[in-house]
């Protein structure tokens, strides 16, 4: 049974965090795996300047201790190495660079005709979700609040200051804008599967575009202290086929907001 359930939490997707991950979660969009393919990229290599220079530091402190050289050698200069020590360094940092900015660049792309547009505020201590493609009036708006569930309300197998009672449902490889604004003081709208981090301002508009590729259950939190129950502030985002979104939304959140 052990073995099934490591088996089993090994081969799952990592959407949410874990106790004492060191790693990233698992992509979910092509912006988040750009980000995850970057940082292996850029360790692979300070792994190899970290061998070189461990390398260098060891044969140094081996060759030139006191009792192998007790009359140590005078060097002034070495105008070769000098040169050398200056111009590598900085070619490296223009190799992390290139792909770093085509990363940042492609980051904030802002998608021109998304499919659906989320407008998501932040309050203390609880999230507003709107979707404006369905405003056609005041009366019919789609919109929702979403608490972080009490610890003592959650169910077996809900996570602990990370489930919420209304998860904002988008349909998996459609191209979604969310418009991120605070309704008093500043937040972040932040979910690490997807790659995203939008700061949510007072009487500002900050606009995000993703691609979720793959179905799912998401979990962020709050990324910007903001107040007392700040820890308390979570996000959930629930991707599902396409061919299931419309009942989804229409069963779900519509009564939700009939309600309120």
Known sequence: MIVLEWLFLTIAACDAAEPWQLGFQDAATPMMQ?????????????????????????????????????????????T??????????????????????????????VVVDPAITIKAIGHQWYRTYEYSDYNSSDEQSLTFDSYTIPEDDLELGQSRLLEVDNRVVVPAKTHLRIIVTSADVPHSWAVPSSGVKCDAVPGRLNQISISVQREGVYYGQCSEICGTNHAFTSIVVEAVPRKDYGSRVSNQLIPQTGEA
């Open 80 to 109: 070769t190495i000098e040169i050398l020590r200056t111009i590598f360094p900085s070619i490296i940092p223009m190799f992390i660079a290139i792909p770093s900015f085509a990363l940042l660049y492609s980051m904030d792309e």
């Open 34 to 78: 750009g980000i995850i393919d970057l940082h292996h990229d850029i360790f692979f290599f300070l792994i190899l300047i970290l061998v070189f220079v461990l390398r260098i530091l060891v044969r140094a402190l081996w060759h030139f201790h006191y009792q192998k050289n007790p009359i140590p050698q005078r060097i002034v200069h070495g």
